[in-house]
C-alpha cells in the first residue's frame, strides 16, 4: 500500500507542478521540514534549505504576479515551458520513497510526462482559449484558479497517506458501532 500510495502523491505533486512549478516544491520543502509526513532523502533533502525555502517564496510571488497580468502570462508560460516539467521530474523522484521503489530514471521521465503535458494543455490549449474569448480579463481569473487548484493538489498528494490512514479508522470504527448498534437491536428481539 506503501508503494500506492507513493506513486499516486508523486503524480499529484508532478501534475500540480504543470500549473505553478514553484508551489508543489514549496509544498513539500516546508512539509519536510516543519512535520514529518515527508522524509526527503539526498540530494531531494535540499529542498529543505532555509535558502531553498526562500528562493522558492520569491520565484513564487514572481509567477504568481507575471501569471496574472494578460500579456505578461503567455511570455511567462514559454518560460515555464522548461521549468514547470523540470519541477515536476523533482516532485516526483523526491516522494517519499519512490526513489528507492522505482528506479529514478523512471521516476524522473514520469514526473517530467505528468507536469509537461499538465502545462501543455494549460499554455496552449486553455489559456489561449480564455484570453481569446475574454480578450485576456479572465487571465487573473483563471490565474489564480490554477494557483489554488495546484495548491490543493499539492496539499493533497502530501497528505493522502495520513487522509487515507484516516478515513480507514473512520470507516472501521462506524463498521464497528453498526455491528454494536444491531447486535443490540438483535438482542431486544
Do not use: C
Not at 484570453?131 to 502530501?158: C, I, R, Y
Request: charged fraction near 10%; hydrophobic fraction near 60%.
Amino acid at each position: 500500500m506503501d508503494i500506492i500510495t507513493n506513486v499516486l502523491a508523486a503524480f499529484g505533486l508532478s501534475s500540480s507542478a504543470g500549473l505553478n512549478a514553484y508551489l508543489p516544491l514549496l509544498v513539500v520543502a516546508l512539509t519536510a521540514r516543519y512535520s514529518d509526513l515527508i522524509t526527503l532523502k539526498a540530494p531531494w533533502n535540499a529542498l529543505e534549505s532555509p535558502w531553498t525555502i526562500g528562493v522558492l517564496l520569491v520565484l513564487l510571488l514572481v509567477e504568481f504576479f507575471a501569471d496574472k497580468l494578460p500579456a505578461v502570462n503567455h511570455a511567462n508560460d514559454v518560460i515555464q515551458t522548461f521549468v514547470r516539467p523540470t519541477a515536476g521530474a523533482i516532485l516526483f523522484a523526491a516522494s517519499t520513497g519512490v526513489v528507492t521503489n522505482m528506479d529514478p530514471v523512471v521516476a524522473i521521465v514520469l514526473g517530467l510526462f505528468t507536469a509537461g503535458a499538465v502545462h501543455a494543455t494549460k499554455a496552449l490549449l486553455v489559456r489561449p482559449a480564455v484570453t481569446a474569448t475574454t480578450g485576456g480579463t479572465a487571465n487573473p481569473l483563471v490565474g489564480l484558479a490554477e494557483d489554488l487548484t495546484a495548491l490543493v493538489l499539492s496539499v493533497v498528494a502530501v497528505v493522502l497517506p495520513v487522509l487515507i490512514s484516516a478515513i480507514i479508522i473512520l470507516l472501521t470504527a462506524l463498521f464497528l458501532w453498526w455491528l454494536w448498534r444491531r447486535s443490540v437491536r438483535y438482542s431486544r428481539a
